[in-house]
């Protein structure tokens, strides 16, 4: 059986459709799954999402996207691309290529992590027996206290991807919201007894826009109290993570070997790296079973989008 040739030609072949064949063999399952075959497809055939969301429950990963590939293309082919039926599928396709993603950054152990692998409720239970301790120090060295908050960032709340430190600023006394200052950076300030966090550099801003946060792990609050009082008391406005000027900011490479470093002394492991930090952690995340809502709020918090509609199967590492 084959298809009109405006069908396929309708757009160029796209990530996941390399071939005719393979656009040809999407569309056939497509029609199994509908029961349904093409020369009786219509925009109707489709109008019913919730219905169509359901018979993708039982579907894999890649058979969803497949599958809402080729909706997305009967859809143009039929020049019904204006519509909001289109750009609902089109949401949804993109949003299950993320999860896609999040699935393979998140829980592929490379061969380096596994010989560093540690569990991330582990890594938590040593910093919250260290802090309370290294906070009694009479006095602290610059670079340590430093490179101990990049960590505790990472290990005490959800962790983040390094742009997001990068391009941190810390305003102490903000003259209006967070929200409305330069877009070009990232922001933290002391908000009542938390600090406050907005987000407007990073990976997927383009898809989540201007996130924020408040920090709520009291850890992390007490580090950031002492660190800011202790090394940047005069400064009304500056990158939290600087070099030793405390002017300059922190590459993305230096975070990560500010991690390493950490790392290595406080986990006595050869290679603990962000990316082994985030695997770790949505393992275990996963394996508490959370709900929708919790995968929602914890995906957002990574960076990540999520909707409870196109539910998803997580591996987990042995």
Do not use: C
Request: avoid cysteine.
């Amino acid at each position: 059986m084959s298809f009109p040739k405006e069908y396929y030609d309708v757009y160029s072949l796209v990530t996941n459709e390399n071939t005719a064949k393979h656009i040809k063999l999407t569309t056939i399952n497509l029609e199994k799954l509908l029961n349904k075959k093409f020369t009786r497809w219509s925009y109707a055939t489709f109008l019913n999402k919730e219905e169509i969301d359901k018979k993708f429950e039982n579907l894999t990963m890649t058979a969803k996207i497949h599958s809402l590939s080729v909706i997305k293309r009967f859809l143009k082919y039929k020049r019904r691309d204006n519509t909001e039926l289109y750009r609902l599928y089109n949401t949804d396709l993109n949003e299950v290529y993320e999860r896609h993603n999040l699935k393979r950054e998140e829980q592929k152990k490379t061969t380096k992590e596994t010989e560093s692998w540690m569990s991330y409720q582990d890594m938590k239970k040593h910093l919250v027996e260290f802090i309370p301790k290294y906070l009694m120090s009479p006095e602290f060295q610059f670079y340590r206290f430093r490179d101990l908050i990049i960590l505790s960032f990472y290990i005490l709340q959800t962790p983040v991807r390094l742009g997001n430190l990068a391009e941190l600023k810390f305003v102490r006394n903000p003259e209006q919201e967070l929200r409305h200052y330069d877009k070009k950076f990232n922001y933290i300030s002391k908000d009542g007894n938390k600090y406050k966090l907005v987000y407007n550099q990073y990976k997927t801003q383009k898809r989540l826009g201007q996130l924020e946060f408040i920090i709520k792990n009291q850890l992390l609050i007490n580090l950031l109290d002492k660190y800011l009082s202790y090394f940047f008391k005069n400064n009304s406005e500056h990158y939290l993570f600087t070099k030793k000027d405390q002017v300059s900011k922190l590459s993305t490479v230096s975070l990560e070997q500010a991690i390493r470093k950490q790392g290595k002394k406080h986990f006595n492991k050869p290679d603990i790296t962000l990316n082994l930090i985030r695997h770790s952690f949505f393992t275990d995340f996963f394996k508490t079973n959370p709900s929708i809502k919790e995968q929602r709020r914890v995906a957002l918090e990574a960076g990540h989008k999520y909707t409870a509609s196109m539910s998803i199967q997580y591996a987990r590492l042995d």
